[in-house]
């Protein structure tokens, strides 16, 4: 027994041995391997902690309250039937969403529609629509069943890939013709993160910050300014805030720009990010701008929305008008890194590489819906935009970064408040050339705009995109809007008030939001340091000294008065026109960047006039200046103003003001000028006549004794003052002259 066990005990320690020296070679394999990780020329891609899922799949379990999608890199938890995402852990976070919310707020899609109806499109059915070792598709759908609920037809999809630390997630919505008429003001995806881990956010590379927690809006730690949205932080939990404002609007950036943004968690060393790798499914263009991520924390994928636009996008579904729209897929992604003075960095960089490989992707070929067009079924169009200005040096230029895009049938401008149908964007390069690619099938018009030239360009053209066509549309030409040579120009038409001047935010409401001064319209208040920096009257701008940068600011705003009151006020541009063609017309030309509630009046030279010239009426809904936007909607129907100045009624002798009797004979310069001299020409002749008289009556009085009345000495004054201005006499029987003085 004894032997036994010694014998025993011999081979186990040589197997021990040989599974020592194994467990050795794989220890110097594996420090090999993370010592060449940590080389110098190592992306940083490779220093996050993504396991190897080359040999995994995707795992599926559905049960009647819960639908769980397992990748090993990933595991995402729905609730069914409702579509909700409850759920998705992560590395050593088993759920990155908030766990004390309710299950239908933390991850979820919502509609605003009709009277502010509130609707987080919960689902009735669940079905598996792929399942494979690399993909799970689920769809998540609710038939309107014709109550009084959104009537809409609805499809939540979600998909899981192999190898991919994230979940995409879509929307296919449609309404059938016999629907009854519907506003969905709104559509969105709503993701709500763990409080206590995620206080870091990332909207771009300028704009990246600690954010403060929820519960420091509440009242007793922070003040609400001039609206609810904005507050600042009186008490926060995180001392070093204190005085900031927060407002969500700050965050916002323009659809062309908002493709990743989202949360880190520095314990953890964990991001989460929205990817949106294209913009054909969002509402009203490149530059509608809306929101990213907010306190919460809180990370937003929008679709449709009224702000920057207000009701002006096209929201309305009639009654008979069927509708079905794609929206996404966009993915949710999570990625990691050593906790350390840098993962921040790591974790947006690889962030943008992911996006990289996203935008590459597009349009995805996994997707499990028909209604999403795969790259073999999507057109392109392609072709030359140039400029032609007949007024400039090179009557011909090249449309250097327009933008060119498809959109629905309208008028020049109209894809800014389109909302219901897809939009195809790009830019064009140093010589005007344009490809748009990856066009789903459909019925278009073409349309674009070139930074440095104001107006709207469309073609008078429908383009009709089929399955794998490509359309040559060869070189177009945009005629900008003008009547002749530009005179003088305030600002650059680039559809932006950012090359104006923006103050100095108060000191009281500063924020951290950005790291230069690029954004710096973003600050709160600045709409009342007009108020401050024009305290004696408003802004005069003087053409030829004035410098815009300077000198003009960015924002016509009403002056603050006290008492929450305002009052309009007047800016003034004074110039002077060389050469006026008194026969012809000038053309002031008007491109309002945005308007809200708002009326602009033009009057030309006389600020008094009851009538204004121009007036736009009372235009504008956007509310971009309180919502911290350098824009809202661009020049379009009532943005762009053109009006013509006919010089006929103008004064001919200054070329400043309206010829009216008033201003002829006693406010123009040029009366002016002259009354002047001949008071003091008429004034000398008088006066010399008046002491000649006088004094010969005095010596006709003594010496001869002749006395005369005061009306035959006046007299002679008269006559002497005549002959010497004879030869400037005035026909008073001119009937022109006889009514002109007389009237």
């Known amino acids: 027994m004894f032997l036994s066990h010694v014998l025993q005990l011999d081979i186990m320690e040589k197997v021990a041995n040989r599974r020592r020296l194994v467990v050795w070679v794989i220890m110097m394999i594996n420090l090999s391997l993370f010592l060449s990780a940590c080389s110098d020329g190592t992306p940083a891609r490779k220093l996050l902690k993504h396991t190897d899922s080359s040999n995994t799949h995707v795992r599926l379990q559905l049960s009647d309250s819960l639908v769980v999608i397992d990748n090993e890199l990933v595991e995402v938890t729905i609730q069914n039937p409702t579509g909700h995402l409850i759920g998705l852990k992560y590395k050593e976070m088993q759920n990155v969403l908030e766990s004390r919310n309710h299950n239908h707020n933390k991850g979820y899609w919502d509609i605003v529609w009709d009277e502010d109806a509130y609707d987080k499109l919960e689902t009735e059915h669940v079905d598996v629509i792929t399942q494979t070792d690399d993909l799970v598709e689920l769809s998540f759908t609710k038939k309107w069943n014709h109550g009084k609920t959104l009537p809409l037809n609805i499809q939540k999809r979600f998909i899981v890939r192999r190898g991919i630390p994230g979940v995409y997630m879509y929307g296919v919505f449609d309404r059938e013709e016999d629907f009854p008429g519907a506003q969905m003001y709104q559509i969105r995806i709503a993701f709500k993160l763990k409080e206590d881990k995620f206080r870091f956010v990332a909207v771009s590379d300028m704009i990246q910050r600690i954010m403060p927690r929820s519960e420091d809006r509440d009242e007793h730690r922070s003040k609400t300014l001039d609206f609810k949205e904005a507050v600042v932080l009186t008490n926060p939990s995180n001392p070093s805030l204190k005085g900031e404002v927060d407002d969500k609007y700050q965050y916002s950036t323009e659809n062309k720009d908002n493709k990743l943004h989202g949360w880190i968690s520095d314990d953890d060393g964990v991001g989460f990010w929205i990817i949106t790798p294209s913009n054909e499914f969002r509402t009203g263009g490149p530059h509608k701008q809306d929101l990213t991520s907010h306190v919460g924390p809180t990370a937003l994928s929008m679709f449709v929305s009224t702000h920057y636009t ?313 509310n971009a200046v309180a919502r911290h936007g350098i824009h809202g909607l661009l020049p379009i129907k009532d943005r762009l103003h053109r009006m013509g100045v006919p010089t006929y009624g103008l004064c001919v002798n200054c070329n400043l003001y309206q010829e009216t009797r008033d201003h002829l004979f006693f406010n123009c310069s040029m009366a002016l000028n002259l009354k002047g001299k001949v008071l003091t020409t008429i004034l000398k002749i008088s006066w010399n006549a008046f002491i000649y008289y006088l004094w010969h009556e005095r010596n006709q009085r003594i010496f001869r004794g002749r006395f005369r009345a005061v009306d035959a000495i006046l007299k002679d004054v008269i006559d002497t003052v005549g002959i010497r201005l004879r030869d400037k006499a005035i026909n008073k029987l001119d009937i022109i002259n006889f009514n002109l003085c007389n009237a």
Do not use: C
């Not at 897929?329 to 960089?349: E, G, K, M, T």
């Not at 943008?352 to 992707?361: A, F, N, V």
């Open 310 to 622: 207000g009701t002006e996008i096209d929201t309305f579904y009639k009654q008979g008008e069927a509708w079905k729209k794609v929206f996404g897929p966009v993915l949710i992604y999570l990625n990691s890194a050593p906790s350390n003075d840098d993962h921040r960095n790591i974790l947006w960089n690889d962030a943008k590489r992911q996006l990289s490989d996203e935008i590459e992707s597009w349009p995805y070929n996994f997707t499990g819906s028909e209604d999403f067009p795969h790259s073999e079924q999507r057109g392109q169009v392609n072709g030359q935009l140039l400029v032609q200005d007949r007024y400039m040096v090179r009557p011909l230029m090249q449309a250097k970064s327009a933008f060119v895009g498809l959109a629905a049938h309208g008028d020049a401008g109209s894809w800014q408040t389109e909302g219901k149908g897809y939009q195809f964007w790009t830019q064009t390069d140093n010589i005007g050339h344009f490809s748009i690619k990856n066009v789903r099938p459909g019925n278009y018009s073409f349309y674009a705009w070139v930074p440095g030239f104001i107006g709207d360009y469309k073609l008078d053209l429908n383009i009709i995109i089929h399955p794998g066509n490509k359309i040559e549309l060869g070189t177009l030409i945009y005629d900008p809007p003008r009547n002749g040579p530009t005179l003088w120009e305030i600002g650059v038409p680039d559809r932006s008030a950012a090359e104006f001047f923006i103050p100095e935010p108060y000191p009281q409401f500063m924020n951290s939001i950005t790291k230069d001064d690029t954004d710096k319209f973003r600050q709160y208040g600045l709409w009342d340091r007009y108020s401050d920096i024009y305290r004696e009257g408003d802004l005069v701008y003087t053409v030829g000294t004035s410098n815009y940068s300077r000198d003009w600011f960015f924002a016509h705003v009403p002056r603050k008065t006290g008492n929450n009151t305002n009052r309009p006020t007047t800016w003034q541009i004074k110039y002077n026109l060389q050469d006026v063609n008194e026969n012809g017309t000038y053309t002031l030309q008007l491109a309002l960047a945005a308007a809200s509630f708002a009326e602009v009046q033009v009057r030309f030279n006389d600020p008094n006039a009851v009538r204004p010239y121009f007036t736009t009426k009372r235009i504008g809904n956007d």
